[in-house]
């Protein structure tokens, strides 16, 4: 019973040592007396008890590795402390077991010495500016060294970038400056434009009125004209109203006594107008006045 007891303890021993179950996005290194022997696959696997041993244990998901703030010096001698993250995958098992004692701190390591590196090349203001620039050469830089660790790094990222508490206060009151220069320029730039437009509506102004009082002045004469010629029409029409009334029988007759009669009006308000009166010496005179003017229709009339 005792040997059943035993023999049974001895096959479990052997089960447990030769049979391994890798999980999914793991990798173990197997070592065969002392020397590399294999990489279990997640899944069943088997081993050869007291021959073959589990050295290393992989996970093969994408780690996180908070890189130490330091003091980095820029090239115009400027102190930042820098802190970053740092995203890493072990893409071969068996490099990442004898590649390096410990990957981890190696990478550390390099990240930070690239990372003063690249911080000593930039002035200050770069340095806020251009992060992704300085995530990317660390990223190449700890990409090429890794190679040997059987790592890969995925991406390096900036956390915080910390000057020194003197230039924080030169830096605030520089944007402080900036801001209200900003200010001052677009204030001048508003009565700029505002001068602009009201010179320019005092322009339009002053065309609009000097075209107005142009076409006033050309309205003004085109109406005079037209008046002129309206009456010289009117006129001209009454004239030969009275030329074709003349014609009818007892139109010279007409005429006379028309005549006849202007005139005494005329020496009437010769009267009422002046101190003095001119009287024709007789009577003859009139009628002579008469004669001449019938003598002028006529003359008129025969030229017709």
């Not at 780690?63 to 802190?83: A, E, G, H, R, Y």
């Not at 801001?179 to 102004?205: D, F, H, P």
């Not at 037209?226 to 007892?250: D, F, H, L």
């Amino acid at each position: 019973m005792e040997i059943a007891f035993i023999l049974l303890v001895i096959a479990a021993i052997f089960v447990a040592r030769s049979v391994k179950v890798v999980p999914q996005q793991h990798a173990w290194v197997v070592e065969r007396l002392g020397r590399y022997h294999a990489t279990l696959t997640p899944g069943l696997n088997f081993l050869v008890p007291f021959v073959d041993r589990l050295a290393y244990k992989h996970s093969l998901k994408e780690i996180p590795l908070d890189v130490p703030s330091q003091v980095c010096i820029t090239k115009d001698n400027t102190q930042l402390t820098v802190d970053g993250i740092l995203y890493f995958q072990i893409t071969d098992a068996m490099r990442a077991s004898y590649g390096s004692s410990n990957y981890i701190v190696a990478i550390t390591q390099l990240a930070q010495t690239t990372l003063r590196s690249v911080i000593g090349r930039m002035e200050l203001d770069r340095t806020f500016e251009e992060r992704d620039a300085i995530n990317s050469a660390v990223v190449q830089a700890l990409d090429e060294a890794a190679l040997n660790w059987g790592v890969k790094v995925l991406r390096y990222e900036i956390k915080d970038l910390t000057p020194p508490a003197e230039i924080l206060r030169s830096m605030q009151a520089q944007i402080t400056a900036e801001r209200e220069k900003r200010a001052l320029i677009a204030a001048s730039e508003g009565r700029r434009q505002e001068q602009i437009n009201i010179a320019t509506g005092e322009r339009e102004a002053a065309i609009a009125r000097s075209e107005g009082d142009k076409q006033a002045e050309i309205n003004k004469a085109q109406g005079e004209a037209a008046a002129v010629t309206a009456v010289a029409e009117a006129t001209a029409e009454a004239i030969k109203k009275i030329a074709a009334a003349i014609q009818q029988p007892g139109g010279e007759q007409a005429v006379q006594l028309r005549v006849a009669e202007r005139a005494v009006e005329a020496y009437g308000q010769l009267a009422q107008k002046n101190n003095t009166m001119i009287v024709p010496g007789h009577m003859g005179e009139v009628a002579g006045l008469i004669g001449t003017a019938m003598g002028l229709l006529k003359g008129s009339k025969t030229g017709t």
